[in-house]
Each structure stands twice: as structure tokens, then as C-alpha cells.
């Protein structure tokens, strides 16, 4: 992979990853999601990253409790039921997130 990739797209593609909901969220990583917000500081202020760091563990803990995201495994389904059941408002930030990692592949993809 590191051929194809320079070491910021490999950095980006391994935090996006941690938003992954596969297996009950087996790859959640709050640091490595800090650090996409800190990539991306035009979208999440110094403010934003700190509410991030007591965002992202309630909304883990939030989202393996609630039956609705029972076996969702990906992430364009997550950002879906997130505003089906409305948690997109009670965790934006997290959602914002989530909203990069949907963009980011297709924007930055080299074109060949």
C-alpha cells in the first residue's frame, strides 16, 4: 500500500478506518479520529478537537447500546442511521467525521 499512497493519504486512510462499525466497532480508535479532525483543522476548531476527546468515547458507548446499529458495517450505512434515529444532532462533531470519511476517498483519489 505504501507504494500507491505518500504517507499523509496512508495516515488518512488508517484514522478513517477507526470509524469502521464492523464488528461492534473492533478498530475505534479516538486518538487516530482526533488526529483526521487535527489533519483537517479548516473543518474542527482547537475547541471542536477537545469536545472531541469527550464526544467520541459517549458516542461509542451510545452506539453499541442502541439495537438500531446492531450489525451495521459500514460507514455509509452508519452516517444513514445516525440521522435516522437523530444522533447526527446529539453528536455532530462525530458526525462531521464521519461525513470525511465518506468525502475524503473520492476527493483525494489520484487520478490515473
Do not use: W
Not at 480508535?29 to 469536545?51: H, S, W
Not at 464521519?98 to 473520492?106: F, H, Q, W, Y
Request: glycine share 0%; net charge negative; with cysteine.
Amino acid at each position: 500500500m505504501n507504494h500507491r499512497f505518500n504517507e499523509v493519504s496512508t495516515e488518512l486512510l488508517d484514522c478513517i478506518s477507526c470509524l469502521n462499525p464492523a464488528n461492534n466497532f473492533s478498530k475505534f480508535n479516538a486518538d487516530k479520529l482526533i488526529r483526521l479532525a487535527e489533519i483537517y483543522a479548516e473543518d474542527f476548531t482547537k475547541a471542536d478537537r477537545l469536545l472531541l476527546t469527550f464526544d467520541l468515547p459517549r458516542f461509542l458507548m451510545n452506539i453499541r447500546r442502541s439495537e438500531e446499529f446492531n450489525g451495521c458495517q459500514d460507514v455509509s450505512t452508519l452516517a444513514r442511521l445516525m440521522v435516522q434515529t437523530n444522533k447526527h444532532t446529539s453528536f455532530q462533531l462525530v458526525y462531521r467525521l464521519i461525513e470525511l470519511a465518506l468525502i475524503l476517498p473520492m476527493a483525494t483519489a489520484p487520478v490515473e
